[in-house]
């Protein structure tokens, strides 16, 4: 169960270096090296899923491994973005951010399944 739920950490990580890359790098003056943000997302949607019981996958029924991945990813998007927004210095768009929610929410009810 360890490499499945590593699998869809590093499926959020994933998506999330690709918006980092694609929307959010270039509009952060001084980023850590393109890197050090998608490092962080992982290490706090780890922490995020240990919290609300996200990796149990064996223990749960499916849908509570839904709803806790479901809150992982948007108390995690959510801190991301505030993240995101700090570094900027300004607010900038949380559209790439909802479109990836989507996408990572329908990620985790197509693999609980």
Do not use: K
Request: net charge neutral; hydrophobic share 55%.
């Amino acid at each position: 169960m360890f490499f499945i739920s590593m699998a869809v950490l590093f499926a959020h990580a994933g998506v999330f270096c690709f918006v980092w890359m694609r929307f959010y790098s270039g509009m952060i003056p001084d980023p850590f090296y393109d890197q050090g943000e998608v490092v962080i997302y992982a290490v706090l949607l780890h922490i995020l899923a240990r919290v609300y019981g996200g990796y149990r996958i064996g223990d749960l029924r499916v849908s509570e491994i839904i709803y806790s991945q479901v809150l992982v990813v948007i108390f995690g998007n959510l801190l991301a973005y505030c993240q995101i927004c700090l570094l900027g210095r300004h607010l900038l768009t949380p559209l790439p951010l909802l479109v990836m929610s989507a996408a990572q929410v329908s990620y985790v009810v197509l693999w609980a399944y």
